[in-house]
């Protein structure tokens, strides 16, 4: 059995983390030490979930709307002019799928969300190329779609979805 524990993310753990997100492409963007690194700088959430020997097995990275973040996808959010909290990420890996990993890094996001007062949590699936597990798993914690938009120059098409902050998981 796979013991799990979740926690802040540490500078030690971006060389894994970013190992994760980009074995993971086409379904998260890949991004580079210094993309990664920078990115983290703005997230509010940033949490590691590790294995039985330590090891990095899964990651999420949320921030905050107002943030100077050009993601195409967190500015429609920003553009819609609500108090939420953006999940730009979250990669499991293919072992640690189906243990509540997942749920559980976005019960933290929803407790920051709440902190913070915001009013939705926020994300976007790849509809193009289709990632059906997250959208599924997105499906499963109440998020939905309210837009879909062309990204990355059309080769990328995304839904971009929503959750209330006080919906009961």
């Known amino acids: 059995m796979q013991h799990l524990r979740l926690r802040v ?18 379904a998260v963007n890949e991004l580079t030490a210094e993309q990664l690194a920078a990115l983290r700088a703005m997230c509010d959430v940033a949490l590691v979930a590790t294995g039985n020997s330590g090891d990095v097995i899964a990651f999420l990275l949320s921030l905050a709307g107002g943030q100077e973040y050009l993601s195409e996808n967190y500015q429609w959010f920003e553009a819609r002019k609500t108090r939420h909290q953006y999940i730009d990420r979250i990669v499991v890996s293919s072992g640690a799928r189906g243990t509540g990993v ?6 933290s996001v929803f407790e920051r969300a709440r902190e913070r007062s915001a009013t939705e949590v926020t994300a976007e699936v790849n509809l193009r190329p289709a990632n059906p597990r997250s959208m599924a798993f997105h499906e499963r914690l109440g998020f939905r779609q309210l837009g879909e938009q062309e990204t990355k120059n059309g080769a990328v098409r995304v839904a971009l979805l ?7 998981f």
């Open 102 to 107: 997942g749920r559980a890094m976005y019960e």
């Open 9 to 26: 993310m540490r500078d030690t753990d971006l060389d894994d983390v970013l190992r994760l997100n980009n074995d993971a492409t086409p």
């Open 162 to 168: 929503s959750r209330a902050v006080n919906d009961v």
